[in-house]
């Protein structure tokens, strides 16, 4: 709210109460208005103790979503931080028409992916896109991502440029081995965090990853790439904006053993019934 408008509600308002007023007025209309548009675009960030980052995260991300998107959300799924994250994005929330917070008990990276795919299904957003939130997606990328998508339904990247060290690069080409050797795909970069799909293609997944699968993004490449559907693009990944990361060597060992005992079945299993459902 601008101009004469605010100065004609200034005059019947309370010194230091007009300013507070109107912005939440203006913020109510434009959530109303956004409320009532198709949704063009649904953002999916799970996000875990970032209280360092991801005010910044927020906000270089928001630049470049508004100068690409009309009609968009940026949900933020809290997975049971235990810092101050929880309440910096409450007032990120209040503040942003855009952002979406979503507080749920710990899961894990993957389950809370799973739950923002199924909000953006339950919402019916025409596309998704899923990203962290410490900083290392790099949102230049996703000029080459978006108006690629009426030719490619489905978008990942893969991280030919990483900035945070040989350990991951080298977990990274392991975990594509595994996956290799469980299922018999090959997939290039299983477990990035920025891809790009259009409403349908992941609809028709998300409801048969169970809540005990712990790398839902890693099943969801391998169903995608198995039907033949993923476009790569390269990405630079960068270094974490601050903090540490939640996976330690332990957890990683631990959800590497998780992953070879549950893909294959899973997998199988998935691509079963998918099958069933096409005849």
Known sequence: MHGKGRQRLNAHLAPGRSDELIDQM?????????????????????????????????????????????????????????????????????ATPEIEVIHKTNSGHGQSCLLGYRRAVELGSQWVFQIDSDGQCDPLDFASFWP???????????????????????????????????????VRDANVPFRLMRGDRLAKWVDGIPPSFDLVNVLLAVLQQHDEEITWQPIRFRKRRGGRTSLGLFRLTVMGLRLFRDLGPQFSKMVVAASGDRR
């Open 26 to 94: 203006s913020e109510g209309l434009v959530r109303e208005k956004r409320s009532r548009m198709p949704l063009e675009l649904f953002v999916v960030l799970p996000v875990y103790n970032e209280e360092e980052a991801i005010s910044g995260v927020l906000e270089e991300w928001l630049a470049v979503l508004r100068s690409q998107s009309e009609s968009f959300v940026l949900c933020c799924l809290d997975d049971g931080s235990s810092d101050g994250t929880a309440e910096l994005l409450d007032r990120l929330e209040r």
């Open 148 to 186: 690629g998508r009426a030719k490619h339904p489905v978008q990942y990247g893969h991280r030919v440029q990483r900035d945070e060290g040989p350990v991951r690069r080298i977990v990274s080409r392991l975990l594509s081995g595994l996956v290799w050797s469980r299922t018999g795909v090959r």
